[in-house]
T-cell receptor, first 116, second 114 residues
Framework: QKEVEQNSGPLSVPEGAIASLNCTYS??????FFWYRQYSGKSPELIMF????GDKEDGRFTAQLNKASQYVSLLIRDSQPSDSATYLC????????????????FGGGTRVLVKP | DGGITQSPKYLFRKEGQNVTLSCEQNLNHDAMYWYRQDPGQGLRLIYYSQIVNDFQKGDIAEGYSVSREKKESFPLTVTSAQKNPTAFYLCASGWTSGSYNEQFFGPGTRLTVL
């Protein structure tokens, strides 16, 4: 079992709809969670981070964290063609606590296609 | 401009050659990281460093080497011992203190072995 798992997609979403992306993690003690967006051929760009259970909203993006069920999700409201990208989930696993370097473990990414 | 720069953007290497990828940051970040990304895959950690003159192996360090002589710079050498070096190489940096663990990425170097 991978430590951080994402459905590879593609997730096809009509323009204006909500895109819902999920990420599950195996380490129950993990506490820091990040979503990155990566356009084809480009480097990842941080779009959201969340540390506490519940929802965190930033513009059209909402991150949702459920530590009991060990998943973190990303909602993209009013999806636009410019949102078409691969979304990477990253987690700081509990085994990294107290270890120098703030290492993150990445999922394989979910490819999102927003169709006009 | 503040940020993370990587050079070159594209690099071609013949088999058996060592090549060095540059990564520089002026964000005053303590930690720097090197990742490898293969097509359709996530990121895998090669090496990381949190202070000058110190670095640790990541999950796939074999065939790679690094140095951290300056806080701003963290070059990666891909040696001839790396059996399948063709990939997209990403450098990242971030803070090590406080509550935040975000990492920020440079634009990447695409390495192709001919």
């Amino acid at each position: 079992q991978k430590e951080v798992e994402q459905n590879s997609g593609p997730l096809s979403v009509p323009e204006g709809a909500i895109a819902s992306l999920n990420c599950t993690y195996s380490d129950r003690g993990s506490q820091s969670f990040f979503w990155y967006r990566q356009y084809s051929g480009k480097s990842p760009e941080l779009i959201m981070f969340i540390y506490s259970n519940g929802d965190k909203e930033d513009g059209r993006f909402t991150a949702q964290l459920n530590k009991a069920s060990q998943y973190v999700s990303l909602l993209i409201r009013d999806s636009q063609p410019s949102d078409s990208a691969t979304y990477l989930c990253a987690v700081r696993l509990s085994r990294e606590f107290g270890v120098a370097g703030n290492k993150l473990t990445f999922g394989g990414g979910t490819r999102v296609l927003v169709k006009p | 401009d503040g940020g993370i720069t990587q050079s070159p953007k594209y690099l071609f290497r013949k088999e058996g050659q060592n090549v060095t990828l540059s990564c520089e940051q002026n964000l005053n970040h303590d930690a720097m990281y090197w990742y490898r990304q293969d097509p359709g895959q996530g990121l895998r950690l090669i090496y990381y460093s949190q202070i000058v003159n110190d670095f640790q192996k990541g999950d796939i360090a074999e065939g790679y080497s690094v140095s951290r002589e300056k806080k701003e710079s963290f070059p990666l050498t891909v040696t001839s011992a790396q059996k399948n070096p063709t990939a997209f190489y990403l450098c990242a940096s971030g803070w090590t203190s406080g509550s935040y663990n975000e990492q920020f990425f440079g634009p990447g170097t695409r390495l192709t072995v001919l």
